[in-house]
């Protein structure tokens, strides 16, 4: 059972920049679609950003020029950049894959203070 894991959120203020990684065992992000999702407080979770196993991206307007989703070959993940932060951003950050999602990882927390 492939596991997902997330990484490398915090607390950053407004204007501030994190990045975020997702693991999995195995080669899974080559032969899969992954998106990065948010769920702020007392919100649905939302998808923000897709890369396909080409290297094709695209992500949600509200963070388009803000946050890049790439992969990491050599470290085997799949990243997300994510600058000029606000606290609109906040939430806990998950990967999965697109198509065939996997059971949700812990997520990751992102807190921007204004």
């Known amino acids: 059972q492939v596991q997902l894991v997330e990484s490398g959120g915090g607390l950053v203020q407004t204007g501030g920049s994190l990045r975020l990684s997702c693991a999995a065992s195995?080669?899974?992000?080559?032969?899969?679609?992954m998106g990065w999702y948010r769920q702020a407080p007392g919100k649905e979770r939302e998808w923000v950003a897709t890369?396909?196993?080409?290297?094709?991206?695209m992500c949600r307007s509200s963070v388009k020029g803000r946050f890049t989703i790439s992969r990491d070959s050599a470290k085997d993940t799949v990243d997300l950049q994510m600058n000029r932060l606000t606290p609109e951003d906040t939430g806990i950050y998950y990967c999965n894959a697109v198509f065939e999602p996997l059971a949700w990882g812990r997520g990751t927390q992102v807190t921007v203070s204004s």
């Open positions: 890369i396909t196993p080409a290297g094709a991206t």
């Open positions: 195995g080669a899974f992000f080559s032969d899969n679609a």
